[in-house]
């Protein structure tokens, strides 16, 4: 599969906003994915992004997709320590049959 | 309530010992698949299946088989397991590919001694 790659850890301060990065290799992608992971458990469906959007907010979740240079990212507002979690972010590309998924990454939220 | 059912949730057994890790969904969804996921690698795809007596291939389907003889049910199935199928597994379903979100199930926890 194409390489969908993020930093594998975050740390934030809770009240500030956090920014969790993601770069994919093809351009042909349609639907872009941020899902959640809590301990113990399975992947929470966050949001997603359609490939011709540049931008989606849902309440606290912001969403930015840069195209020419295949950049995904996920603002979260005023972070909460119930937002620690793993994040992945998803590709899902062009006649594809799977979403093909980032390392992840780990945001810490400090009290 | 809409979910993906995975059993066991947790599984501790021996190399070669045949095992079966069940999935099932009620939401009438034609698409399910399975992933493993490792640290630092995240969730790779094993197998899919499109519906009804249609799987394919994903990722990594070494030492992996799957059946969808049920709309409902897709279970993963490891013939003689080995220690390095030691891993997170997770289901997940949804209508279509697409912006129809992949439900996932709670995972299930695998160590192959």
């Known amino acids: 599969g194409e390489d969908v790659e993020q930093s594998l850890f975050l740390s934030v301060r809770e009240g500030d906003s956090s920014v969790i990065n993601c770069t994919y290799t093809d351009s042909s992608s349609t639907y872009l994915y941020w899902y959640k992971q809590e301990p113990g458990a399975g992947l929470q469906l966050l949001t997603y992004?359609?490939?011709?959007?540049d931008m989606k907010q849902d309440q606290r979740l912001t969403v930015l997709l840069n195209k020419k240079d295949k950049h995904l990212s996920l603002r979260i507002a005023d972070t909460q320590t119930g937002d620690s979690a793993i994040y992945f972010c998803a590709e899902l590309q062009t006649g594809a049959n799977n979403l093909f998924f980032g390392t992840g990454t780990r945001l810490t939220v400090i009290p | 309530e809409a979910q993906v059912t995975q059993n066991p949730r947790y599984l501790i057994t021996v190399t070669g010992k045949k095992l079966t890790v069940t999935c099932s969904q009620n939401?009438?969804?034609?698409?399910m698949s399975w992933y493993r996921q490792d640290p630092g690698l995240g969730l790779r795809q094993i197998y899919y299946?499109?519906?009804?007596?249609?799987?394919d291939k994903g990722d990594v389907p070494e030492g992996y088989k799957v059946s969808r003889k049920e709309k409902r049910n897709f279970p993963l199935i490891l013939e003689s397991p080995s220690p390095n199928q030691t891993s997170l597994y997770f289901c997940?379903?949804?209508?279509?590919?697409?912006?129809?979100?992949?439900?996932f199930g709670d995972g299930t926890r695998l160590s192959i001694l």
């Open positions: 299946s499109m519906n009804v007596e249609v799987t």
């Open positions: 939401m009438n969804h034609e698409y």
């Open positions: 992004i359609f490939s011709n959007m």
């Open positions: 997940a379903s949804s209508s279509r590919q697409g912006a129809q979100p992949q439900h």
